[in-house]
């Protein structure tokens, strides 16, 4: 107890996933590759990743937690997943934003690797198991979760195996 208030000090929770022995989430980032591609996040070797409006992607960004996988999907002529990155830091106000606005959001991710083979649109919408996919069904939408069968099956698509945990 403090003996300045009476009440018990409440412990800080981890962010991180792996601190608290649950499984790592997957989301799928969009970005316009002329604003910024994945090759930019290779050369830059970690970035903030702001500029989110949309309310619903906004609470998909404050649900990452360090240690998560993300999918960078590049919009525009290529509509293709093309990457996957790390999450590297928690969810935090929006630097970008100025004067600062609490509903708006920022995470740092990292590149892990390009995929051996960019996975299309095309190719998701053409592929049953991802007729529910908020990619194929709630187009506008920045930042989505990327449920654990299917974060599989793009990396399949993609020509890769599965990373071990």
């Known amino acids: 107890m403090s003996p300045a208030t009476g009440r018990r000090p409440v412990a800080k929770q981890s962010r991180t996933r792996a601190a608290n022995n649950a499984a790592m989430a997957t989301f799928l980032f969009k970005t316009e590759p002329g604003e910024y591609s994945f090759a930019d996040l290779e050369r830059d070797r970690r970035t903030t990743w702001s500029g ?4 619903q992607a906004l609470i ?3 649900a990452c937690a360090i240690g998560d996988e993300v999918f960078v999907y590049h919009t525009g002529a290529e509509r293709a997943v093309v990457g996957l990155a790390r999450v ?3 969810p935090r106000p929006d630097p970008a934003v100025q004067p600062a ?4 959001a920022a995470v740092d991710i990292a590149p892990v690797r390009p995929l051996a083979s960019p996975v299309t649109l ?3 919408k053409a592929d049953e198991r991802f007729a529910e996919f908020a990619l194929v069904r709630q187009s506008r939408l920045s930042v989505m979760p990327v449920p654990a069968g299917l974060a599989r099956a793009i990396l399949a698509m993609a020509g890769e195996k599965p990373a071990r945990r």
Not at 52 to 55: A, D, I, L, R, W
Not at 101 to 104: E, L
């Open 52 to 55: 989110v409006t949309n309310p």
């Open 60 to 62: 998909h960004l404050r």
């Open 88 to 90: 590297v830091g928690e």
């Open 101 to 104: 606005d609490p509903r708006r």
């Open 122 to 124: 095309a190719a998701i």
